[in-house]
């Protein structure tokens, strides 16, 4: 069964403007972490943003905030006053902290920032 | 501070060779962790280690996949005999325990031929 969904395969945004990337997660496992990273036409993967299941507070990070609904399961990234750097893949990650306590990721989001 | 250090940033092989992918985590961190990236099969994590021990390994595909962490700052995953479905970018991961933040080398883009 998908544990990270993104349904979103690409999406497109004009500069300066704010843009929310869609990442549904699975879990029976009450203690969990979600991640997002950032993966540049360059290849790099770059860690964005973390919350954990028992967070009260959305996690934020600069310009990144992660708007997470426990009870929906989904934990989508907003990007707020998009630059054309931002344009890359991104990648919605889970860790459950029992049994493999690995990540597992998503199928991406490619982003673009048009000028 | 060094991130994780991985070698060769790339490397073209003819089908049959042995491959040898090297990394080095960030110091100070007890997990590593080795995942492949594909178009077809995204990321997938083949194998973890925590404290040099390999705690996780049904994501290596098949016995041609051996992974090894002699010591805290050094891992290798070896690949004898590489197939062409072997192409793929391969990351070293570490992070300080198991349960915090896993940060990533630049990759390894393996192509065989």
């Known amino acids: 069964a998908q544990k990270i969904t993104q349904t979103q395969p690409g999406m497109f945004v004009q500069e300066k403007e704010a843009v929310t990337l869609d990442c549904t997660y699975d879990?029976?496992?009450?203690?969990?972490?979600l991640f997002w990273y950032k993966q540049p036409s360059s290849g790099e993967m770059i860690f964005l943003i973390y919350q954990g299941s028992y967070d009260q507070q959305n996690a934020t990070e600069g310009r990144y905030s992660l708007n997470f609904q426990k009870a929906r399961k989904s934990a989508n990234l907003v990007i707020s006053a998009s630059q054309l750097g931002d344009s890359a893949m991104y990648f919605c990650a889970m860790r459950e902290d029992t049994g493999r306590r690995a990540l597992t990721f998503g199928s991406g989001t490619r982003l673009q920032v048009q000028p | 501070d060094a991130g994780v250090i991985q070698s060769p940033r790339h490397e073209v092989t003819e089908m049959g060779q042995e491959v040898t992918l090297r990394c080095k985590p960030i110091?100070?961190?007890?997990?590593l962790f080795w995942y492949r990236q594909t178009m077809m099969r995204g990321l997938e994590l083949l194998i973890y280690?925590?404290?040099?021990?390999?705690?996780?390994d049904s994501g290596m595909p098949e016995d041609r996949f051996s992974a090894k962490m002699p010591n805290a700052s050094f891992s290798t995953l070896k690949i004898q005999p590489s197939e062409p479905r072997d192409s793929a970018v391969y990351f070293c991961a570490s992070s300080l325990t198991i349960g915090n933040t896993i940060y990533f080398g630049e990759g390894s883009w393996l192509t065989v031929v």
């Open positions: 280690f925590n404290n040099n021990v390999p705690i996780d």
């Open positions: 879990t029976s496992d009450p203690s969990y972490g």
């Open positions: 110091s100070g961190h007890n997990s």
